[in-house]
């Protein structure tokens, strides 16, 4: 299994290395100090899990970013307080595992194996707040209908806004205005019941589908 270790602390960095570099089934690769350099060792590297370290705090919303780019990469977050809520958040942020604060070593390499197996290892009241989180998060998808009444265009400045591009980046593709752009951004927001451009951008990596109107094999440019 090849590793990747994020953290900002430079002696838990070391140490962790220390540790597992004395294991036949770990093949530590790196230990880089934040999620931008992660993201340029995965662009180049073939990795099979990444042990994120969140004792000190990190931005879920970039964890989510990197789980969506490169979704054959087990992420699993370490230090994590073995709480439903904790637990919650990091498993909508992409994190396939966790490791709590008391583990041993030998905890931690099987909750690595078991996330690269598809596997969680967690306390039944956890399983039980996982299955009524999923429960609840059913509410919070748009409908079929509010997907179905984006036009072609906006469908496309959906799509745009997924690949990260800016409302004057997203004009010179379509060869439009940056005003019309930012009218069909605001229909988008609304018809998704989205009240964040980051929030469409999100949405539609998940569900590509959203941005495809039915109207597409209808009426033509």
């Not at 997907?147 to 072609?152: E, M």
């Not at 929030?199 to 495809?212: F, K």
């Amino acid at each position: 299994m090849k590793l990747v270790i994020v953290t900002a602390i430079r002696l838990f960095g070391d140490g962790l290395c220390a540790c597992l570099r004395r294991r036949s089934d770990v093949e530590l690769e790196a230990v880089v100090a934040e999620l931008a350099q992660l993201r340029d060792y995965l662009g180049t590297s073939a990795i099979d899990a990444v042990l994120v370290d969140v004792t000190q705090g990190i931005d879920l919303d970039h964890v989510r970013g990197v789980a969506l780019d490169f979704p054959d990469v087990s992420l699993v977050a370490l230090g994590l307080d073995d709480q439903r809520q904790s637990v919650i958040r990091c498993g909508r942020a992409g994190f396939r595992g966790y490791v709590d604060r008391n583990a041993s070593v030998d905890h931690l390499c099987t909750a690595l194996k078991d996330a690269c197996a598809g596997r969680l290892n967690c306390s039944a009241e956890v399983s039980s707040g996982l299955l009524r989180a999923l429960f609840n998060r059913a509410g919070d998808e748009p409908s079929a209908s509010q997907a179905d009444s984006l036009t072609v265009r906006e469908g496309e400045v959906l799509t745009l806004i997924g690949h990260g591009l800016s409302n004057k980046e997203i004009a010179n593709e379509l060869s439009v205005s940056v005003a019309t752009v930012k009218h069909h951004v605001h229909h988008v927001l609304n018809k998704l019941n989205l009240p964040r451009r980051a929030q469409a951008m999100r949405r539609v990596r998940e569900a590509p589908w959203l941005a495809v109107s039915p109207l597409e094999t209808k009426s033509p440019r």
